[in-house]
């Protein structure tokens, strides 16, 4: 089946970028995505990618995806306390229901 | 944007008893809704997929009977958990897609402890 891979733990320095990393199997990824959870609550879409495309950037966020190795990335620049959350990639298959499947997600600790 | 709630948001149950969970769209047609169970400092894992008016399709390890999946309308479904159990306690979310769209709208999440 389908598998999604993250590091579990970040720390980074309040200004600095931060660089997650996620790796996945399924070869049939149609969009990728990148989920913020604060402590206690539900998910908040930050950015997604559709499988075709290389990068995306949206404001502090940048979305890198190579294809072939199965590997996105998601850089937040300048990053502030306010990131401090548990980040989570994604991928959905092109299967018939086109389910989604959660990586392990990442810790993201911002030192002030 | 479109919103997906979740009722309650959280509750105490006790140990047999049963539990219904709500999730709806609000301001979309979710043809597609997903229900999810988090534990405490993990990931979401998939539970099952329901398409409105059809019978759920669960993921593997999920009993059906346990964990009973309505969906009987464009903007409702729901999830009952049966004979509840102590390590039935989770965080319970539910996400729906209106087909077509490459977005897939998270609920709050349904915080269960069952004593």
């Known amino acids: 089946g389908e598998d999604v891979e993250q590091s579990l733990f970040l720390s980074v320095r309040e200004g600095d970028s931060s660089v997650i990393n996620c790796t996945y199997t399924?070869?049939?990824?149609?969009?990728l995505y990148w989920y913020k959870q604060e402590p206690g609550a539900g998910l908040q879409l930050l950015t997604y990618?559709?499988?075709?495309?290389d990068m995306k950037q949206d404001q502090r966020l940048t979305v890198l995806l190579n294809k072939k190795d199965k590997h996105l990335s998601l850089r937040i620049a300048d990053t502030q306390t306010g990131d401090s959350a548990i980040y989570f990639c994604a991928e959905r298959n092109g299967g018939g229901y086109q389910k989604v499947t959660f990586g392990t997600g990442t810790k993201l600790q911002v030192i002030p | 944007g479109a919103v997906v709630s979740q009722h309650p948001s959280w509750v105490i149950c006790k140990s047999g008893t049963s539990v219904k969970i709500e999730c709806r769209s609000l301001d979309f047609q979710a043809t597609t809704m997903f229900w999810y169970r988090q534990f405490p400092k993990q990931s979401l894992m998939l539970m099952a997929t329901?398409?409105?008016?059809?019978?759920?399709?669960?993921e593997q390890g999920v009993e059906k009977d346990k964990f009973l999946i309505n969906h009987a309308s464009l903007t409702l479904s729901t999830l009952t958990v049966t004979s509840a159990h102590p390590e039935d306690s989770s965080f319970y979310i539910c996400?729906?897609?209106?087909?077509?769209?490459?977005?897939?709208?998270f609920g709050p999440g349904t915080r269960l402890t069952v004593t």
């Open positions: 996400s729906a897609r209106d087909r077509g769209y490459y977005e897939q709208y």
């Open positions: 990618i559709f499988s075709n495309m």
């Open positions: 329901s398409n409105e008016g059809s019978k759920a399709t669960y």
């Open positions: 399924d070869s049939s990824s149609t969009y």
